[in-house]
């Protein structure tokens, strides 16, 4: 395997917006008068806060 360049170890901290997972569960609001469908109350999305890593770096 080749070794990456890594550059000097970033701090990180867990990212508070999934915890740590690297998912979130948002709530799916259906709020615009679906009548009569009902969906999934909530899915897993990708936590754009720190990118599905679960860590963002403390800057
Ligand atoms: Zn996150």
Known sequence: MAQRKTARRQPVKKCLDCKGTGEITESVRVG????????ADRQTA??????GSGQVPID
């Open 32 to 39: 615009r008068a679906r009548k009569g469908r009902e969906t």
């Open 46 to 51: 990708l936590c754009l806060t720190c990118f």
